[in-house]
């Protein structure tokens, strides 16, 4: 089993800036993907960023140019810069990991772009 743990999230701003992270711990061999995953109330969750364990990125073309993923291998962490935020950004961002086949999520934490 794999644990993540997310902090960093918080009421910002319109325009500001945010940093989330995320740490993984337990059971861990071989984590390829890391990724941060968002769900505003009424909506299904998102895909935000992807980031694989040779560097590889995939963003979601709403966060394209604001946000920055990156990740500490290390640590088993992985982070997100998000920048420029809008009120569309509002919702509970989670932290995924993926190790082989299994897909392993954070509880989640809020954040909240006022207009």
């Known amino acids: 089993q794999v644990q993540l743990v997310e902090s960093g999230g918080g009421l910002v701003q319109a325009g500001g800036s945010l940093r989330l992270s995320c740490a993984a711990s337990g059971i861990i061999f071989s984590i390829n993907v890391m990724g941060w995953y968002r769900q505003a109330p009424g909506n299904q969750r998102e895909l935000v960023a992807t980031?694989?364990?040779?560097?590889?990125?995939n963003y979601a073309d709403s966060v394209k140019g604001r946000f920055t993923i990156s990740r500490d291998n290390a640590k088993y962490a992985v982070y997100l810069r998000m920048s420029s935020l809008k009120p569309e950004d509002t919702a509970v961002y989670y932290c995924?990991?993926?190790?082989?086949?299994?897909?392993?999520w954070g509880e989640g934490t809020q954040v909240t772009v006022s207009s």
């Open positions: 980031i694989t364990r040779s560097g590889i990125i």
């Open positions: 995924n990991a993926r190790q082989y086949s299994d897909d392993y």
